[in-house]
Structures are given as C-alpha cells and as structure tokens.
C-alpha cells in the first residue's frame, strides 16, 4: 500500500495539487517526433503533415507490368485523407517501394516532416507527355519532382 500512496501523492503533486502548478511550454522547438519502428512498412513511418505523428500511405496500383501507381495519404493532424494527384510508373516487384529510389524515394527534413520525391508521367522508364493540368495547378515541367503535405496542402515542385 504505501507505494500506491506515493504514486498517488507524486502523480497530485504533478498535477499541482500542492504547491504552485509548473509552467507549461508549448514550444514546438522542443517536441521531438516519436520514436518510429524501423521494421513498419514505409508506408506507415512518416510524418508527412508536421504534426510528429506518422501518418498512413494507401498505395493504389491499376495494373499492368509498367503502369501506374496513385497515392493517397491519411493526415493524422486534420483525419482528412488527401489524395497526391500524380501517377507513378509501375514495374516494382511486389508493389510499391523505396528500393528505386530515383524514381520513388521520401526524404526527411530536419524537423521530420517527410516530402516525397518521384518521377511521374512515365512508362517502362520513358517520359511521357506531364499533363497541362499539372503544369498549371503545381507549375512542375519535369518529370522528377518533390511533393509536401505540410498541413495537409498538396505542394509540388521540379526536383531537377
């Protein structure tokens, strides 16, 4: 009984029950993200809207030896899901991954939020024609490009 007493007496005095109640920092410059499994699949480790906390990659694929992946994140910091509206060219052997990563990689800012790099508007390695509705939403004119969902806003930019 006694350690019950002082887990309560230690957790009343946390909570400012005795004495004055300690100041509360909100101060994003000390929040680190959460420690992530190195073994979840990659679809599942980062954080891609800023918040500190993974969110969750749903990777479509329409078929055929070469042609075409679409993605679609799970925001944890607004529960929306947004779809990344650029299509990515197949030929990964059991879906897709981060084993090509000229073509499809996520890189890690120092804060740990995640952008997504890729080449788009590609078949069987070949450019095709980027769409003119890409071209004039995002204002990308290269097949490699950079993609953020910082707070849930699908920005796009020419990586090369």
């Known amino acids: 009984m006694p350690v019950a007493r002082l887990v309560m007496l230690v957790t009343l005095a946390a909570c400012g029950a005795r004495g004055?109640?300690?100041a509360i920092r909100n101060d994003v410059s000390t929040t680190l993200p959460p420690p992530?499994?190195?073994t979840a699949p990659w679809?599942?480790?980062?954080d891609f809207d800023g918040d500190h906390?993974?969110?969750v990659v749903d990777v479509a694929f329409?078929?055929?030896g070469h042609c075409c992946y679409t993605l679609a994140v799970h925001l944890t910091k607004t529960g929306r899901t947004v779809a990344v509206p650029f299509e990515l060219d197949g030929g990964y052997v059991g879906g897709l991954s981060l084993d090509q990563p000229d073509n499809f990689n996520i890189e890690v800012a120092p804060d740990g939020v995640a952008t997504m790099t890729m080449s788009i508007a590609t078949y069987n390695g070949r450019g095709e024609a980027i769409p003119?509705?890409?071209q004039r939403t995002y204002a990308i004119h290269s097949h490699s490009i950079r993609v953020t969902l910082r707070?849930?806003?699908v920005?796009?930019?020419d990586r090369r």
Do not use: K, L, Y
């Not at 679809?43 to 980062?46: I, L, N």
């Open 36 to 38: 992530t499994d190195p």
């Open 151 to 153: 707070d849930g806003t």
């Open 132 to 134: 003119v509705e890409w």
């Open 62 to 64: 329409s078929g055929g």
């Open 43 to 46: 679809t599942q480790r980062f």
């Open 155 to 157: 920005r796009a930019e």
């Open 53 to 55: 906390v993974p969110d």
């Open 20 to 22: 004055p109640r300690p």
